[in-house]
T-cell receptor, first 113, second 112 residues
Framework: AQSVTQPDIHITVSEGASLELRCNYS??????LFWYVQSPGQGLQLLLK??????LVQGIKGFEAEFKRSQSSFNLRKPSVHWSDAAEYFC???????????FGAGTTVTVRA | EADIYQTPRYLVIGTGKKITLECSQT?????MYWYQQDPGMELHLIHY???????EKGDLSSESTVSRIRTEHFPLTLESARPSHTSQYLC???????????FGNGTRLTVT
C-alpha cells in the first residue's frame, strides 16, 4: 500500500526567505507525486505533479519540487516566500493503475512579516 | 475557478437530522471521491465512484452513504447526524488513473 509522510507539522518562515517542505513516500513502483495547497476555508489546489522524466518539476506560484528516488522523497521548495503563501500544503502519491491518491497529514506554513 | 461544486459550504445541524451534502462537476469525469478532513490529519477517503451506478467504500469507515445516478452528481448522505460527524468533507474528481484530483471547496459540517 502506498503512504505519504510529511515530517513537519508546522513551519514558520519570514517573508522573502526560502521555504522547503518535506515529503517522503512509500510505494513499490514509480509513483505519481503531487503537491497541493489549501487556503483557509478552501478546497485543495494543485501546485505541481511528477509522473516521469525530469526529476525537478516546476509548478504554479513559483514553487518547484524535486523527486529523489533513492531517498523516496519529493520535497517542495520556493526561493522567496510571500505572505500569500501562508496555507496548508499536502503531498500525495498515486499510480497509473490506481485511481486513488494517498495524502500526507499536511504542513501548515505561517509567514511572518 | 472551480469546476466542481459543493453545497452547502457550511452546515450546522442538530443530532439525529438527516443531511445530504451535494457535489457536482462539469468536467465529465468518471471518477469521483469523498474525503473527510480533520485539522492536522491527512485526508481520509470515505467513498469513491468510478462511474454511474458504481460506488465503493474508502479506507476510512464512514456511516455515510453515497449514490451515483448521474455522471456529474455524487451526493453524500448521513441518515442520522451525530457530533462525531463534525468535520470538513471534500469532494474530488478525475478522469484517469494517476491524474491529479480536482477538488471542490468543501463542506464544513458541525453537528451539535
Amino acid at each position: 500500500a502506498q503512504s505519504v509522510t510529511q515530517p513537519d507539522i508546522h513551519i514558520t518562515v519570514s517573508e522573502g526567505a526560502s521555504l522547503e517542505l518535506r515529503c517522503n513516500y512509500s510505494y513499490g513502483a514509480t509513483p505519481y507525486l503531487f503537491w497541493y495547497v489549501q487556503s483557509p476555508g478552501q478546497g485543495l489546489q494543485l501546485l505541481l505533479k511528477y509522473f516521469s522524466g525530469d526529476t525537478l518539476v516546476q509548478g504554479i506560484k513559483g514553487f518547484e519540487a524535486e523527486f529523489k528516488r533513492s531517498q523516496s522523497s519529493f520535497n517542495l521548495r520556493k526561493p522567496s516566500v510571500h505572505w500569500s503563501d501562508a496555507a496548508e500544503y499536502f503531498c500525495a502519491v498515486g499510480a497509473s493503475n490506481d485511481y486513488k491518491l494517498s495524502f500526507g497529514a499536511g504542513t501548515t506554513v505561517t509567514v511572518r512579516a | 475557478e472551480a469546476d466542481i461544486y459543493q453545497t452547502p459550504r457550511y452546515l450546522v445541524i442538530g443530532t439525529g437530522k438527516k443531511i445530504t451534502l451535494e457535489c457536482s462537476q462539469t468536467m465529465g469525469h468518471d471518477k469521483m471521491y469523498w474525503y473527510q478532513q480533520d485539522p492536522g490529519m491527512e485526508l481520509h477517503l470515505i467513498h469513491y465512484s468510478y462511474g454511474v451506478n458504481s460506488t465503493e467504500k474508502g479506507d476510512l469507515s464512514s456511516e455515510s452513504t453515497v449514490s451515483r445516478i448521474r455522471t456529474e452528481h455524487f451526493p453524500l448522505t448521513l441518515e442520522s447526524a451525530r457530533p462525531s460527524h463534525t468535520s470538513q468533507y471534500l469532494c474530488a474528481s478525475t478522469d484517469r488513473g494517476g491524474s491529479p484530483l480536482h477538488f471542490g471547496n468543501g463542506t464544513r459540517l458541525t453537528v451539535t
